[in-house]
Each structure stands twice: as structure tokens, then as C-alpha cells.
């Protein structure tokens, strides 16, 4: 009977983690509809209007080789400064996206807002990459930021050099905006 047990227990989780995967993957199909016909290296995510610090996430993007990847597609959204990624019941569940396209050295820049944590969680605050090319297929990361208190040393510890996240640290301007940089090399 435990046996029995423990079977349909590891049955259910499997099955919540592949709906929520096909879930996200139903989001971001949707998503992807949205996608406007003409990109440029530097788009804008929240309009100048959303609530917020002003922030400007610059990146490059490297081919496996460490070459820069020219013509990559690169989708990004994150939550507002409240955390929240809609309204609860909105029509789109990422209210802030944006794509942008490598230019000739693999550079992007997306203009936005500062994201704020998640709501009553340890989830540092975060915005969500995805980057599409030729020769690597889709990739995602998770841009994370070195001044939150949530990606402290065991953050570090937890998530090393080779998983999703990326760690850049956001400066400052005079106006008060803030501005962080990443490389992200494919694999």
C-alpha cells in the first residue's frame, strides 16, 4: 500500500511539473504572437509612463565560441516594481516584454523599469531572457542583480557559473535611472 502510495505521489508531481511547463510554454507561444514585425539593438519594455525606476539592461551575447552573436532574437519581461507580472485575470500574464535584436558585435538594449521581487517571497528580484539564434536554438536566463538583498552569498553558492542565472551589478546615474550590463555566452 505505501508503495502503491508513493507511486501516485511521484505521478502527481510529475504531471503538476509538466503542466506548468506547458503552461509557460503555452505563455510564451502567445507571447511570441505579440512580437512586433521590425527590431532594432535597442527597444523599450515599459513605457516611460510605467511607475518605477528608470532602468537600461544592456547586454552581448557570445556565440559558444566566445564570438559575438550578430541577429539574435532576444524576449524579455519581468514584473513591475510591486512584483506582480499582471494584474490577477489580465488577458496577458507579462504586461512588460520586449524584443530586441543583436546587432553586428551581439549587442542589445532594453529600456525599462527596475523589477521588483515577488510578492511575500525569497525570489530575488529578476528579469527573464530568452535568446534565439541559428546556431544555438533558444536559451533562457534569469538577470539578476548584485545590490539585492536576496542574491546574498548562499544565492551565489546555490545558483554557480553555470546555471541560468546571470549576475550583473546595476549603476547608478545622477538622474537616479540605473543601468546594468551582461554578457551571456551561449551553449
Known amino acids: 500500500m505505501k508503495r502503491t502510495a508513493l507511486v501516485v505521489a511521484a505521478l502527481l508531481v ?3 511539473a509538466l503542466s506548468a511547463q506547458q503552461s509557460a510554454q503555452q505563455m ?6 505579440l512580437k ?7 527597444e523599450r519594455i515599459a513605457p516611460t509612463s510605467e511607475s518605477g ?36 485575470g489580465a488577458a496577458d500574464p507579462w504586461r512588460l516584454k520586449g524584443w530586441a535584436i543583436t546587432d553586428a558585435q551581439g549587442r542589445f538594449e532594453l529600456r ?19 535568446v534565439t539564434t541559428a ?10 542583480f548584485d ?8 544565492f551565489h553558492d546555490q545558483h554557480g557559473p553555470d546555471s ?16 546594468v550590463s551582461y554578457t551571456i555566452r551561449l551553449r
Open 147 to 154: 545590490d539585492d538583498p536576496l542574491v546574498n552569498r548562499a
Open 36 to 42: 512586433p514585425a521590425r527590431l532594432t539593438s535597442v
Open 14 to 16: 510529475t504531471a503538476t
Open 135 to 144: 546556431c544555438c536554438g533558444r536559451q533562457e536566463r534569469e538577470m539578476v
Open 53 to 88: 525606476t528608470p532602468f537600461v539592461v544592456k547586454g552581448i551575447v557570445l556565440d559558444p565560441s566566445g564570438r559575438p552573436a550578430s541577429g539574435a532574437d532576444v524576449f524579455a519581461y519581468h514584473t513591475d516594481r510591486t512584483g506582480l507580472y499582471a494584474a490577477p
Open 112 to 130: 525599462t523599469i527596475r523589477p521588483g521581487p515577488y510578492p511575500n517571497a525569497n525570489i530575488p528580484a529578476h528579469v527573464h531572457l530568452h
Open 28 to 33: 510564451f507561444d502567445a507571447a511570441q504572437k
Open 164 to 179: 541560468m542565472f546571470l549576475y550583473g551589478h546595476p549603476i547608478v546615474k545622477a538622474d537616479g535611472s540605473q543601468e
